[in-house]
Each structure stands twice: as structure tokens, then as C-alpha cells.
């Protein structure tokens, strides 16, 4: 027997893998709602939809906070996350919240025309503290060399692409009238999502006992139902093949980001129920 | 300035479990939490089979990552080498648990100060004295005993080992009995591909 065939172990005293348990439901919500919430205000910046920005903002806001507030073991000193920018990817992801709220509520504001304008300036600065709170969470976990799934460049980049997609289905779902330019970028966006979810697999099916372990967990195991159905079923077969047939069909539409949504989610928190930590050594032969 | 290290030696380590009850009994740990583990791992095929027992604990690497993540400044290397966390800046969100190799982080869930070893709502002695030094949803680990080490003693982990399986000491000293130890049998260090550069070092 080989290292790849050692147990899961649990919390018990027996040498085997342990399966992450410190980041969970909590945390994959906050980590979905920022993230949904940048890129809808990001895709809704680019097209100009006042509604689709305030909306993020909210969900972002709201939401992220809320689920971030209730990970933490002492919520009372969360603001010390602000602390260590120049080695933690959470602390400067918190100091891209608070630039994305900051900056992404004054655009809206002299969108309105509540303040006089920028001349631009606050669009840019609120678009790219919307792309680092798109990002910023997969970097934080890529950074962690202890969970090889994690530990992958793919990882940051899986991110951008379901926050975009994410924000595109929303969208598209709340203002069926914009199909025409839409639908052609969610399609993209899909594949994209696609093409990064094997090649997150194909990496780490090759990668170390940890991230094959965790490849294991995700398409054969414990959570295969799971993702086959709806990261992969519900979340990218079901939207392509709705927004290919009735693209311009409001109710489809309507199911289409249900579904992207139920597989985004899905995915979050897969990835973190199926991060492994390795076996420190073995003796088996 | 030392650089304190731990050597295990696996052939003496009988899986005994005293440094653990130890460990737990020095930092009056809550249920559940334990900074050290002796993990068992069997191999073999019948009737050639072996069972061999391996201590871990916090490795205080020297390039620790779970220090490199921490947004709050909470993990910090001291001088001598031991990585601490000052439960005072710690807000408890697990970026060290997710970046340690070994799994070697503990939560110190709140519901745990509350409910008691026996789960009554009533804390003993025991834990009145010992509970204070944590803040409740904390996430912290093994400091090597660093109350124990300042008073120039050996961790309770160590103290305990009925059979030496633990040695603690300088690893910058040569002619410290963990550096003889690592010097005349190889020590190995757990999972080095991380590239953390852990400071305690295994033997067999």
C-alpha cells in the first residue's frame, strides 16, 4: 500500500489524511456573495445598469460581511484584519472591500448626480476594487501551500471567471432586454468556467497524494454527487444549453442563472469540504 | 540567542499518549483541543504486520506560513525561535488552520469555555484557572511551553515522556542532544517539499 491509498482520517490519532475543517459553510457563503457581488456591480459598471451597481454593492456589503462575521471566532476584533497587507491576501482583500464600497458607492452617487463628477476617475478606481474583490479570495487560498488542491494558479483565476459569470447571469436574468449582447458572453464565460474546472482537476489529478486525494473526494467519493450534478450539471450544462436554445426567453433565462448560481455555490463550498492536509510521513513501503 | 527545536525518536515512542495528557493538563486545554498527538500508522500484510507511533505537534517552522497569512499580526516568531500567538490580537479567522501543513492549529470554540469539560455550564478549578489565558474563539497552538521554557525547564510534553521519545533543546548548540541526535542518525523533517523548514525533526 501506498501513501495515496492511506485513510481519511478525521480528528482521530490515526496517521491518514485530514480533511480541511476550519473554513466552512460560513466562510464559502462569504467567499460566494463577495464575489457575486463584485462581479455583478463589475458587469453592471461596464453596461452601465445603476440598478445591477447598487445591487452588488448590497450583496457585498451585506451579505459578505454578514457570513464573514459569523466565520470569525472573535468577530469583535475584525477590524485588526486590516493589519498585515504586505503578507496577508485577507487583509489586502478587506482593504479592497473597503475601496470597493468606498469608491463604488460615490460612482453611484455621482451617477446620480448626488456630488459632482470625477471626470472617470471614481469608475476606475471602483472597477478595479471591484476586480480585486473578484479575485483576491482565490489568492488567499492559492497562497496555502498546506491544501494542494488550493495551492494551484487556477484557483485566483477560477474566481474572475465565476464572479464574471455570475454577475453576467444576474443581469441577464433581472433585464432580459439586454440578451442580445449578453448571451453571447455568458456562453464564453461558461466555457471558460468549464475549461477551468477540468484543468483544476487535471492539475491536481496529477499533482500530489493530497490534491489527488481531493480530485477522489470531488468525482468518485464523498461530494462526486454533488458536483456532477451541480457544479457541473445545473451549474455550466444547463445555462449553455439554455442560453444556446432560448437565450432570448425571459423564464429561461430566468432558470439558466438559477442554476449557474446553485453550481457557483456548490463549487465553493466543494472546494473547501474537499481540501485535504497530507500525511506528515509514512512507513508504508 | 537559542533556537529551540524537538527531536523524536521513533523507535523509543511506545504510543503511550502521556504527552498528550500532559500537554493538555499544562495548557488546560478544552475538550477536544489537543497541541499534541500521537498518530499510529499500521502497514504490513498479515502476518508481517508493524505498528509504528508518530508524535506531532506545532513544528515552529522557520519559514512558518501560518505567521505569513495572519491579517492580524496575531502568529510571531519570538527570538529563540518558538512561534506564539498573542491571544489579545487573534480575531479567530482560521487563515492559519488553512495554511498549516501538519493541521496543527486548534479553535478554541467559545461554546467550550461555557460548557465545561463536563458540559454542565459549571467550570472546575481546574479550568478557572487555566481559561484565562485564551480568548474564546481564538485560533491558536503548541508554544513549546514557552512559560516552562523562560523558567529554563523542558516542555510538559517532554517531562512526561516516560521513554525520552522526546528531546527538546538549543538546535544552534552542537553539543545540544537534539542537534547530537539529528548530527548521528539523520534527522528527518516532516513533509519538506512545503518548504517550511519545520525545527522539529524526526528519528528511526
Redo the contacts between chains.
Keep these: 500500500m501506498a501513501v495515496n491509498d492511506l485513510p481519511i482520517v478525521g480528528d482521530s490519532f490515526k496517521l491518514g489524511f485530514r480533511l480541511q475543517r476550519y473554513w466552512d459553510t460560513p466562510m464559502a457563503s462569504a467567499f460566494f456573495f463577495g464575489e457575486l457581488g463584485a462581479g455583478l456591480f463589475f458587469v453592471s459598471l461596464l453596461l452601465e445598469s445603476n440598478r445591477g451597481m447598487l445591487a452588488g454593492l448590497l450583496i457585498t456589503g451585506l451579505l459578505k460581511t454578514y457570513f464573514h462575521l459569523s466565520h470569525m471566532g472573535v468577530p469583535q476584533k475584525s477590524w485588526r484584519a486590516i493589519l498585515r497587507p504586505d503578507r496577508s491576501w485577507i487583509s489586502r482583500g478587506l482593504i479592497g472591500i473597503v475601496c470597493f464600497m468606498g469608491f463604488g458607492g460615490l460612482h453611484l452617487l455621482e451617477v446620480w448626480g448626488l456630488i459632482p463628477g470625477f471626470g472617470g476617475l471614481l469608475t476606475l478606481l471602483a472597477g478595479a476594487a471591484a476586480l480585486v474583490v473578484m479575485t483576491y479570495q482565490g489568492f488567499a487560498m492559492s497562497h496555502s501551500t498546506a491544501i494542494s488542491l488550493w495551492n494551484s494558479g487556477l484557483i485566483p483565476v477560477s474566481s474572475l471567471a465565476y464572479s464574471a459569470t455570475a454577475g453576467v447571469m444576474v443581469l441577464l436574468a433581472a433585464a432580459p432586454e439586454s440578451a442580445q449582447l449578453m448571451v453571447p458572453a455568458a456562453l464564453i464565460l461558461h466555457l471558460c468556467v468549464a475549461v477551468i474546472l477540468l484543468s483544476l482537476l487535471h492539475a491536481a489529478r496529477h499533482g500530489s497524494p493530497g490534491a489527488r486525494k481531493s480530485v477522489e473526494l470531488l468525482t468518485r467519493t464523498l461530494y462526486a454527487k454533488w458536483f456532477f450534478v451541480l457544479v457541473c450539471g445545473a451549474g455550466v450544462l444547463l445555462p449553455v444549453l439554455l442560453l444556446w436554445f432560448a437565450g432570448s426567453v425571459p423564464l429561461a433565462t430566468m432558470i439558466a442563472a438559477t442554476g449557474t448560481l446553485a453550481g457557483y455555490y456548490t463549487f465553493r463550498l466543494l472546494i473547501f469540504k474537499a481540501g485535504v492536509f497530507e500525511p506528515i510521513m509514512s512507513f508504508r513501503p | 540567542m537559542a533556537r529551540y527545536g524537538m527531536v523524536f525518536d521513533l523507535k523509543r515512542c511506545i504510543g503511550c ?1 502521556a504527552c498528550v495528557i500532559g500537554c493538555k493538563q499544562e495548557n488546560s486545554l478544552p475538550d ?1 483541543v489537543f497541541f499534541t ?5 499500521e ?1 504490513g500484510v498479515y502476518p508481517a504486520v ?1 505498528r ?1 507511533y ?1 508524535p ?1 505537534l506545532c513544528n515552529h517552522c522557520e519559514d512558518a ?1 501560518c505567521e ?7 502568529t510571531y516568531t519570538r527570538p529563540d525561535g518558538i512561534v506564539m500567538v498573542d491571544p489579545q ?7 492559519c ?7 496543527q ?1 486548534s ?4 461554546e467550550a469555555f461555557k460548557d465545561g469539560l463536563f458540559g454542565t455550564g459549571e467550570l472546575t478549578d481546574f479550568e478557572k484557572q487555566g481559561y484565562p489565558r485564551y ?5 491558536t497552538k503548541c508554544d513549546f511551553c514557552s512559560g516552562r521554557v523562560d523558567a529554563g525547564l523542558d516542555p510538559a510534553c517532554v517531562v512526561t515522556c516516560p521513554t525520552d521519545a522526546r528531546i527538546f533543546g538549543d538546535l544552534d548548540d552542537p553539543n545540544s542532544k537534539p542537534s547530537k541526535l539529528i548530527r548521528e542518525r539523520g534527522g ?1 523533517s ?2 519538506p ?4 523548514r519545520p525545527k522539529v525533526y ?1 528519528i528511526d
Excluded: F, H
Design positions: 499518549n477536544g498527538r500521537t498518530l499510529s500508522e502497514y508493524n509504528v508518530i506531532t506560513p505569513k497569512v495572519c491579517p492580524s499580526g496575531a490580537k487573534c480575531i479567530g479567522c482560521g487563515s488552520a488553512v495554511a498549516c501543513p501538519y493541521d492549529r479553535e478554541m470554540k467559545a480568548t474564546p474563539g481564538m485560533v528527518k516532516p513533509l517539499e512545503k518548504n517550511t524526526y
